[in-house]
């Protein structure tokens, strides 16, 4: 399980669920399409507490997404890529709003300086393709994917400890961006006292 979002549509809730699974026929999924709500509640059994007596009123819609990037994209003059059209992103890392963002950032950052001289050759192109925020933010969005798809299907031992020190963490309503911003408190303090100056990530 990569991520559930469910918030409120009028009277009903909506629910968005990420998983790990190669092929949609594999067996949990064609569970969740012919009784969605006993295949969640066996995959997070806490869940039933927070639902209550909740119903299905609607089918389930199960869409595989995939992770791809633009070939030889740096070869066409006149044309660049952004956001999704340039590499899509993990819906479960959350980073798509800001790697859309970021592209589009650094492409208004190159246009002026395109828009000087003549032409709109593959020598201008490159330089948004290559620019190190961009290149910077597509690196860190695919690391994320990668990462979060390895916290919840990864069963070596490495892996295995670091998914119960996030639900751990999540138990006791801890995030990890609260937990970083502590680390990086008390780091700042220990270096201001002469003793450690950096902490592994999280």
């Known amino acids: 399980m990569g991520y559930v979002s469910m918030f409120p549509i009028g009277s009903r809730m ?17 569970e969740v399409r012919t009784s969605p709500l006993s295949a969640l509640y066996a995959a997070m059994p806490r869940l039933k507490r927070l639902l209550g007596d909740a119903v299905v009123s609607s089918d389930v819609q199960i869409r595989p997404v995939d ?25 479960a890392a959350g ?5 859309v963002l970021t592209d589009v950032d650094r492409l208004c950052h190159h246009i002026p300086t395109w828009l000087a001289t003549p032409g709109m050759g593959v020598e ?18 695919l690391a994320e994917a990668s990462y979060n798809r390895s916290l919840a299907s990864d069963t070596t031992l490495l892996w295995r400890i670091r998914r119960m020190g996030r639900i751990g963490l ?12 502590a680390a990086s408190a008390f780091v700042g303090e220990q270096a201001e006292l002469g003793g450690i100056d950096s902490v592994v990530d999280l």
């Open 67 to 91: 992770l791809y990037a633009a070939q030889n994209h740096e070869q066409q003059p006149g044309l660049v890529l952004a956001g999704d059209s340039f590499a899509t992103s993990d819906p």
């Open 170 to 181: 999540d138990m006791m309503g801890i995030s990890i961006p609260q937990l970083r911003l």
């Open 14 to 30: 909506r629910a968005n669920v990420f998983v790990y699974h190669g092929d949609i026929r594999h067996p949990w999924c064609q």
């Open 124 to 141: 201008k192109i490159q330089t948004y393709y290559s620019d190190p925020v961009k290149v910077a933010c597509d690196e860190w969005s």
């Open 95 to 99: 980073t798509g709003l800001n790697k």
